[in-house]
């Protein structure tokens, strides 16, 4: 296949007097990388990796302009000079590579967080928050003032550390877009009321920092799309404030994102949303700007799907912001004719969202290099001080990656793996409905261990006496996890064996994808897990026709999807499927054709009819290997759920981690 031309992808353009070499934006979002409201090394290497890997533009995570703004453990000093020499090692890195450095600036209004910011939240009008359940206090005049007053000081303190330009944070319902909605700006004064008015407090702001910064400073707009609320600007309507703003040259480009505090879950979509979300809201404002970018964010992934949007005229710029959370060299591989190459995001949000809606610092599944590229030299490998051979045993998500970082490194690998393909249960994963990401993410290791010329052993089961026999210089043990066959149930610690469980009809969750079984047109799911262990296998069973019925002892279906935004929409996927939901419940007795399930509420019990009984439980590790080299005195690494069963993220860190150790 000839690799495609990224011809507008790769042309540059000029953002107030600076040259961006191309289109591509690595647009806003918390690392919460912070100490003690200082940016880090971890912060200066992480932006560093983007653009050594060839990004235009940089926009540094959301600068708080208030007390009243702090939102996470991790934000910045707002309101303290003493992080200007930090920020200026992290501006340093990001312009020495070749990208322009730009801060957004913020503040959430209403939706504040009471645990981080001890102070009440401000808004318009005192509306209530949508990020808990908390109200908030209406802005005096005094305290707009001494809110612009905070955005335009954070522009000064970004101009002295070295910032090419500030975005002005105006999206997702936060302070800014609150004073232009009239639902959560019901103000009499000047401030609220006509287009005029509710428009002041973004202009004032733009004005300010425009006078205090100079004339090359760069000024950008955050905007975001919600046509799903009516309660939330629309595109017409957003259009005519965008169009006021330009007309004056307030700001040089608008960037355009999904969702809002109305609904999260469009902030940062998973793989359950069509991709390409931004482009909606940024052809339309492409339509109304004179003078201004515009810059399509939102689930636009790869540089095919940002080459398409530039191609269509719907922007000038776009922003991938998970796309190079997961690979930070995608636009060099993109303009060197290497796209195969790039390391696709599964859309998954399980490390980058999923860690922040914790508040810890942000990471990623398929890279794990992301959030320590200070500690581990980037996304980039340095060769071994000594080629050695290395014996990979499980072509699981950890073994492919210890192989491939130690083959990157110059040794000479081997990878057995016991089944017909590679992936080990990861590659079911991918055979759930809208995740064959995953199924990407396994061809793409397949492409870079034949480039790296490891030799790959299928069908090839290792017992201890085969590990020894290969005489390798090192052994990683990655062979996986099974699913019991006991039928426990972590809440009923007390039942080690489901009574029944020697009835027909009963599988797993891996059984189910692998194909390994004929299940009945009825079926129950157990998910004690409350992932995409148990959600997707019903996924796929009700989309295969089945009538499902989930199980679960927690209080909702889907509650560890939750920190990863992709509960609801799950859910509501789930519901138009006709799957029916028991919650906070066990299942005490299999009789082969149906489930005794008791309540956790009141205890009372109910009959579900099926012919199916699948468990969505956790594993236990395979390491009947690794318990036969110890024996045997044998050196090997363990990694994986060989060593203990989690999530994929943890495998390829483990695999990572031991190819850096070798």
């Known amino acids: 296949m000839t690799p495609?031309?990224?011809?507008?992808?790769?042309?540059?353009?000029?953002?107030?007097?600076?040259?961006?070499?191309?289109?591509?934006?690595?647009g806003a979002h918390t690392t919460n990388m912070a100490v003690e409201g200082l940016p880090t090394e971890r912060h200066a290497a992480y932006y560093a990796e983007r653009a050594i890997g060839g990004a235009a533009m940089v926009v540094v995570e959301p600068m708080p302009v208030h007390q009243?703004?702090?939102?996470?453990?991790?934000?910045?000093?707002?309101?303290?000079?003493?992080v200007i020499p930090h920020f200026r090692k992290v501006t340093e890195a990001i312009k020495t590579n070749g990208a322009v450095a730009i801060q957004q600036l913020y503040h959430v209004g209403s939706h504040g967080d009471q645990d981080n910011a001890f102070h009440p939240a401000w808004s318009p009008s005192g509306m209530p928050s949508y990020h808990d359940s908390d109200g908030s206090h209406a802005m005096s005049e005094a305290e707009i003032e001494e809110t612009i007053t905070g955005f335009v000081e954070a522009a000064r303190r970004c101009r002295e550390?070295?910032?090419?330009?500030?975005?002005?944070?105006a999206a997702y319902h936060g302070l800014v877009d609150q004073f232009w909605t009239p639902w959560s700006n019901k103000r009499e004064d000047k401030w609220g009321g006509s287009l005029e008015n509710r428009t002041r407090f973004s202009r004032e702001i733009i004005t300010r920092i425009r006078k205090t910064c100079g004339d090359d400073f760069i000024i950008g707009l955050a905007v975001n799309d919600e046509p799903d609320f009516e309660v939330a600007l629309q595109r017409e309507s957003i259009s005519e404030i965008i169009e006021r703003h330009d007309r004056e040259q307030m700001i040089d480009y608008v960037t355009c994102g999904t969702g809002s505090y109305f609904d999260f879950y469009k902030l940062m979509?998973?793989?359950?949303?069509?991709?390409?979300?931004?482009?909606?809201?940024?052809?339309?404002?492409?339509?109304?700007?004179?003078?201004?970018?515009?810059?399509?964010?939102?689930?636009?992934?790869?540089?095919?799907?940002?080459?398409?949007?530039?191609g269509e005229g719907q922007a000038d710029l776009v922003s991938i912001v998970r796309g190079q959370i997961a690979d930070p060299h995608l636009a060099n591989k993109a303009r060197?004719?290497?796209?195969?190459?790039?390391?696709?995001?599964?859309?998954?949000?399980?490390?980058?969202?999923?860690?922040?809606?914790?508040?810890?610092?942000?990471?990623?599944?398929?890279?794990?290099?992301?959030?320590?590229e200070a500690e581990w030299g980037g996304d980039r490998f340095t060769p071994a001080a000594q080629a050695r051979s290395v014996l990979v045993v499980g072509g699981g998500p950890a073994g492919l990656e210890a192989a491939r970082v130690s083959a990157e490194r110059g040794h000479r690998v081997v990878l057995a793996e016991a089944?017909?393909?590679?992936?080990?249960?990861?590659?079911?994963?991918?055979?759930?409905?809208?995740?064959?990401?995953?199924?990407?993410?396994?061809?793409?290791?397949?492409?870079?261990?034949t480039r790296l010329g490891v030799e790959i052993r299928l069908n090839a089961y290792m017992d201890e006496d085969d590990v020894v026999a290969v005489q390798a210089d090192e052994v990683i043990v990655a062979t996986g996890s099974l699913p019991p066959d006991t039928g426990f149930q972590k809440a009923i610690p007390h039942i080690e064996c489901l009574d029944g469980i020697?009835?027909?009809?009963?599988?797993?969750?891996?059984?189910?994808?692998?194909?390994?079984?004929?299940?009945?047109?009825r079926v129950i799911v157990?998910?004690?897990?409350?992932?995409?262990?148990?959600?997707?296998?019903?996924?796929?069973?009700?989309?295969?026709?089945?009538?499902?019925?989930?199980?679960?002892?927690?209080?909702?279906?889907?509650?560890?999807?939750?920190?990863?935004a992709a509960d609801f929409p799950l859910r509501r996927t789930l519901a138009g499927l006709g799957v029916k939901f028991v919650v906070e419940s066990a299942i005490t007795h299999w009789s082969g054709t149906s489930a005794a399930v008791q309540s956790f509420l009141d205890g009372g019990k109910t009959e579900i009819l099926a012919d199916t009984l699948v468990f969505a439980t956790a594993n236990m590790a395979e390491d009947s290997l690794a318990v036969a080299l110890r024996q045997r005195g044998v050196s090997f690494r363990e990694i994986g759920d060989g060593a203990a069963p989690r999530q994929a993220a943890y495998a390829i860190y483990e695999g990572r981690k031991a190819g850096l150790e070798l």
């Open 269 to 310: 979509p998973t793989f359950i949303y069509p991709e390409k979300l931004g482009t909606d809201l940024a052809a339309t404002l492409k339509g109304v700007v004179k003078h201004a970018l515009v810059t399509a964010e939102s689930h636009i992934r790869t540089p095919d799907n940002a080459e398409t949007v530039l």
């Open 68 to 82: 009243a703004a702090v939102l996470t453990r991790g934000n910045f000093r707002h309101s303290d000079n003493a």
């Open 526 to 564: 157990l998910d004690e897990g409350g992932n995409w262990k148990g959600c997707g296998t019903a996924w796929k069973l009700a989309e295969d026709g089945h009538d499902v019925t989930i199980v679960t002892p927690d209080p909702l279906v889907g509650k560890e999807l939750q920190r990863t």
């Open 502 to 521: 020697e009835n027909a009809n009963v599988y797993s969750a891996e059984a189910i994808m692998a194909r390994q079984a004929r299940p009945g047109q």
């Open 336 to 372: 060197e004719g290497r796209a195969e190459d790039i390391r696709g995001c599964l859309s998954c949000n399980q490390m980058c969202w999923g860690r922040r809606s914790r508040d810890y610092w942000i990471s990623c599944v398929v890279n794990p290099s992301t959030g320590r």
């Open 4 to 26: 495609r031309s990224f011809t507008k992808l790769f042309s540059s353009v000029d953002l107030r007097g600076h040259s961006l070499r191309n289109r591509i934006v690595f």
């Open 161 to 169: 550390s070295g910032f090419d330009g500030v975005e002005v944070w």
């Open 419 to 449: 089944s017909p393909h590679l992936g080990g249960a990861y590659r079911l994963a991918g055979l759930q409905p809208r995740r064959g990401q995953v199924i990407e993410l396994i061809e793409w290791y397949e492409r870079q261990l």
